[in-house]
């Protein structure tokens, strides 16, 4: 397990974007699979989005594809969300999860394969 820590919530207003940002200090970070997921109050965890290593491999889920984007910069052990044209239903506690993989192109959509995972930080969009 690698610890990771969320920057980048915040309260906006409908169709605002906000980028979410989920920073390690660990070495291997490169050969982590990398996910964001959110729970909403009373709803249970949700996949968002997915990367590989490399950032080759990407998956989102449909409620937020072609307005989400994940990406990674392993030199700086950081994972991104570019969030746009945000909606109400978007509100929710966003966390990132890390996996270590052998595999460049692996990634999940489930939270169950994710075995690190940050405190989370809250994205509140206005209607």
């Known amino acids: 397990q690698v610890q990771l820590v969320e920057f980048g919530g915040g309260l906006v207003q409908t169709g605002d974007s906000l980028r979410l940002s989920c920073a390690t200090s660990e070495r291997t970070f490169s050969r982590y699979a990398m996910g964001w997921f959110r729970q909403a109050p009373g709803k249970e965890r949700e996949f968002v989005a997915a990367?590989?290593?490399?950032?080759?491999?990407?998956t989102y889920a449909d409620s937020v594809k072609g307005r989400f984007t994940i990406s990674r910069d392993n030199a700086k052990n950081t994972v991104y969300l570019q969030m746009n044209s945000l909606k109400p239903e978007d509100t929710a506690a966003y966390y990132c999860?890390?996996?270590?993989?052998?595999?460049?192109?692996?990634?999940?959509?489930?939270?169950?394969?994710?075995?690190?995972w940050g405190q989370g930080t809250q994205v509140t969009v206005a209607s």
């Open positions: 999860a890390g996996k270590f993989s052998l595999l460049s192109s692996w990634l999940s959509r489930s939270p169950a394969e994710y075995d690190s």
């Open positions: 990367i590989g290593w490399i950032g080759r491999t990407t």
